[in-house]
């Protein structure tokens, strides 16, 4: 009889303000749904002598994502520069995209759904195969407040830079940090500060906002007592301005750990829509490909059931020479389509100025 095949080592690493680190293991329940290969890197890390869990849950929990136990090892120096590359062109990519974002503003209309976030990709490729530790060197470098992410998953390395907290847990003190409602920042610093000033009172842009905030607050109710919640405030990426929210809670009872967290608000209407089942099934029917690790929650956990998990956005897939960008765009009533691509554009200038290593803004222009 032959034996199971021990699937290879996976690696997950963070590159945030303060740290850089990774763990390497071979993955938990490799095939399984991602829901239940995050409970059983949970009990892998209380019943073993591994000191944390890290892992990406993908958009959908119900397909494979990666989750490792093991111990914070530090990251050895990128072997590789980035490679020279470039955009692959796809001619008729903007109008399905323009008509997809026309098609969810009729879903709308018809109360079928209140808010979808619609998503599209785009391929660059390189001369030689992408090192993934180089590219997540070189975002953690252009966006020293995000949160640089690298992860190993079953069709490819995610690697990114994301600006969006989805919920750090401390002891009982909880803290989420939704961004909903964008424009794309200037290279003019007099435009670019008007851009931000008419997000902050854009009636479309706080709509749009208050709907992840409200779904947030609702789905840590029964885990937490939730902080009176504060009007949005401006956040502002190298690409992008945002409207952004801190949620604060206090847990209700300290076994809920991170990863409870984490599970009861992924994902929020940030990377789906609401409700959520219906903007689900509408991203389905309507979206090319598949996200294939983006818009899913990636981070860690320690013995203690502390963590922190990051909402997988301003990411690729790099898999060998090609390197497949993501972003999205909620769509609510009021979204106008060539807006909607135009912000999928400016978000896509994250990964994209990386690669060709140049200024975020001209990317793109
Ligand atoms: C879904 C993405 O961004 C989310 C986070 C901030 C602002 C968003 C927006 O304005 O649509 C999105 O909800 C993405 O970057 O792909």
Not at 218 to 245: C, I, N
Request: with cysteine.
């Amino acid at each position: 009889m032959r034996e199971p095949r021990t699937p290879p080592p996976r690696t997950v690493t963070f590159a945030g303000p303060r740290a850089r680190w990774s763990v390497t293991a071979t993955p938990v329940d490799p095939g399984a749904p991602a829901r239940v290969q995050a409970g059983a890197a949970r009990n892998a890390l209380r019943d073993g002598d591994r000191t944390v869990l890290a892992g990406l849950l993908p958009f959908d929990v119900d397909v494979a994502g990666t989750f490792l136990t093991g111990h914070r090892e530090r990251v050895p120096e990128p072997r590789a520069d980035l490679p020279a590359g470039r955009l692959v062109e796809d001619p008729g990519a903007r109008d399905r995209y323009t008509s997809a974002v026309a098609d969810v503003l009729r879903r709308i209309d018809s109360g079928e759904v209140d808010k979808v976030v619609l998503s599209r990709s785009v391929r660059f490729e390189t001369t030689t195969p992408v090192d993934p530790q180089a590219l997540l060197d070189r975002l953690a470098a252009v966006n020293p407040a995000a949160q640089g992410f690298c992860a190993d998953l079953p069709v490819g390395t995610l690697v990114g830079a994301s600006p969006e907290l989805l919920c750090r847990r401390s002891g009982r003190e909880v803290l989420s940090h939704p961004l909903a409602g964008s424009v794309p920042r200037q290279a003019d610093p007099v435009l670019d500060e008007e851009a931000g000033a008419r997000l902050a009172v854009s009636a479309k842009d706080l709509r749009e906002h208050a709907v992840v905030v409200a779904d947030i607050v609702e789905r840590l109710g029964p885990l937490a007592v939730v902080a009176p919640v504060g009007p949005p405030r401006l956040v502002r990426t190298p690409a992008m301005w945002h409207l952004g929210t801190e949620v604060r809670a206090h847990l209700r009872d300290e076994a809920t750990d991170s990863l409870d967290l984490a599970l009861a608000l992924h994902p929020t209407p940030a990377v789906c829509g609401t409700p959520r089942r219906a903007a689900a099934e509408v991203i389905r029917r309507l979206e090319e490909g598949e996200r294939g690790g983006y818009a899913g929650a990636v981070g860690f956990q320690d013995r203690a059931g502390d963590g922190a998990w990051w909402v997988a956005i301003r990411c690729a897939l790099v898999d060998g020479r090609t390197v497949r960008a993501h972003a999205g765009g909620g769509i609510v009533a009021g979204s106008d389509p060539a807006a909607e691509h135009a912000e999928t554009t400016a978000k896509l200038r994250t990964v994209l100025a990386a690669l060709a290593r140049e200024r975020t803004t001209e990317v793109l222009a």
